[in-house]
C-alpha cells in the first residue's frame, strides 16, 4: 500500500478569504459613494443659498426666489428671511434620492446686504 499523501490544511482558506473580502469591498465602495453625493448636495445647497441671498438682495419677489433655488438644487427646502437690512436665506435637501441617503440632510445658509435698505439709508449699493 502507498502512504496517503496529507492534504494541506490550508485548502479552501482562498475562497473564504474572497468570499469575506468582495462584500466588505463592496460596502466600502457604496460608503465612499455615499460620501460623494453627500458632499455633491452640500456644494449644490451653498450655491442655491448663495443664488437665492443675491436675488433676495436685488429685490425679487419671494416666488421667484424659491423658483431659482429650486433649480439650482431641486427638492429642497427654503426659507428666506430679512432682518437688519441683511437678507437671510437657508436651504436644506436630502442627500439623494436613495432611500438610505435620504435620511441625511445637508444645509446651508446665505447672507446678503438688502440693496434696497441700504439705497434708503444712504449707504453705497
Same mark, same amino acid.
Given at each position: 500500500?502507498?502512504?496517503? %499523501?496529507?492534504?494541506? #490544511?490550508?485548502?479552501?482558506? &482562498?475562497?473564504? *478569504?474572497?468570499?469575506?473580502? @468582495?462584500? /466588505?469591498?463592496?460596502?466600502?465602495?457604496?460608503? +465612499?459613494?455615499?460620501?460623494?453625493?453627500?458632499?455633491?448636495?452640500? @456644494?449644490?445647497?451653498?450655491?442655491?443659498?448663495?443664488?437665492?441671498? #443675491?436675488?433676495?438682495?436685488?429685490? *425679487?419677489?419671494?416666488?421667484?426666489?424659491?423658483? =431659482?433655488?429650486? #433649480?439650482?438644487?431641486?427638492?429642497?427646502?427654503?426659507?428666506?428671511?430679512? &432682518?437688519?437690512? +441683511?437678507?437671510?436665506? &437657508?436651504? /436644506?435637501?436630502?442627500?439623494? /434620492?436613495?432611500?438610505?441617503?435620504?435620511?441625511? %440632510?445637508?444645509?446651508?445658509?446665505?447672507?446678503?446686504?438688502?440693496?434696497?435698505? =441700504?439705497?434708503? /439709508?444712504?449707504?453705497?449699493?
Amino acid at each position: 500500500m502507498r502512504p496517503r %499523501t496529507p492534504v494541506p #490544511r490550508d485548502a479552501g482558506y &482562498t475562497t473564504v *478569504e474572497t468570499a469575506l473580502a @468582495i462584500p /466588505s469591498l463592496i460596502l466600502l465602495v457604496l460608503a +465612499l459613494a455615499g460620501i460623494l453625493a453627500g458632499m455633491a448636495a452640500q @456644494i449644490r445647497c451653498v450655491d442655491a443659498a448663495r443664488l437665492g441671498a #443675491r436675488a433676495a438682495a436685488r429685490g *425679487e419677489p419671494p416666488d421667484a426666489i424659491r423658483a =431659482a433655488v429650486a #433649480r439650482a438644487s431641486p427638492d429642497s427646502q427654503v426659507g428666506i428671511s430679512d &432682518t437688519a437690512g +441683511l437678507v437671510h436665506v &437657508t436651504v /436644506s435637501a436630502p442627500v439623494a /434620492s436613495v432611500s438610505l441617503l435620504h435620511a441625511f %440632510t445637508v444645509h446651508a445658509e446665505a447672507v446678503e446686504a438688502d440693496e434696497a435698505a =441700504a439705497t434708503e /439709508s444712504g449707504g453705497a449699493p
